[in-house]
């Protein structure tokens, strides 16, 4: 799908890339990866939901 949005931009970047370079996983320090609106960790498989364009890096205690 590409249609353009006049909302203007490029629909995909709900994070900067700047941003997303120095953001890694909280658990494991392993690297992020955008998917939609979601960022998944390469190393442990984790998803941190964004929100506003700021990511939620929470971890729930799964213990
Ligand atoms: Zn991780």
Known sequence: MSEHT???GDA???ISAD??????????KGDLRLEG???VCT???RNYPIED???NML???DR
């Open 6 to 8: 006049a909302a203007g």
């Open 12 to 14: 995909s970047a709900v």
């Open 19 to 28: 941003l997303l370079a120095i953001l890694v996983c909280p658990v494991d």
């Open 37 to 39: 609106p979601t960022l």
């Open 43 to 45: 190393g442990c498989g």
């Open 53 to 55: 364009g700021i990511p």
């Open 59 to 61: 971890v729930e205690d």
